[in-house]
Nanobody, 122 residues
Framework: QVQLVESGGGLVQAGGSLRLSCVAS????MGWFRQAPGKEREFVAV????????DYADSVKGRFTISRDPAKNTVYLQMNSLKPEDTAVYYC???????????????????WGQGTQVTVSS
């Protein structure tokens, strides 16, 4: 288990932008997930341990960008052109077991942040 600390959520109008941050204690493969009320947690984006490979859910592709700063042990999720359907609690997650595969399933991750609320008004 590692501690993950998220920040950056908030309220924004449709079409606006937010950047989420997640500080981890090591160079793990990191994912972002989200969960809206009454819905299951869903995959948003993932980045490998070196930052050289990423994957996105179709619903956010072209609007969201995942990146990492190794010097700060921080992973970012830049969210542009936000839509009301992006409203959810966003979680970062770390996969502690090394893999070359970019995993989309929540069960593939070992540690989770506390979540940060993102609300997009229409």
């Amino acid at each position: 288990q590692v501690q993950l600390v998220e920040s950056g959520g908030g309220l924004v109008q449709a079409g606006g932008s937010l950047r989420l941050s997640c500080v981890a204690s090591g160079p793990y493969a990191m994912g972002w997930f989200r969960q809206a009320p009454g819905k299951e947690r869903e995959f948003v984006a993932v980045i490998n341990w070196s930052g050289t490979n990423t994957d996105y859910a179709d619903s956010v592709k072209g609007r969201f960008t995942i990146s990492r700063d190794p010097a700060k042990n921080t992973v970012y999720l830049q969210m542009n052109s936000l839509k009301p359907e992006d409203t959810a609690v966003y979680y970062c997650a770390a996969r502690l077991r090394f893999t070359q595969v970019l995993n989309r399933g929540p069960d593939e991750y070992d540690s989770w942040g506390q979540g940060t609320q993102v609300t997009v008004s229409s």
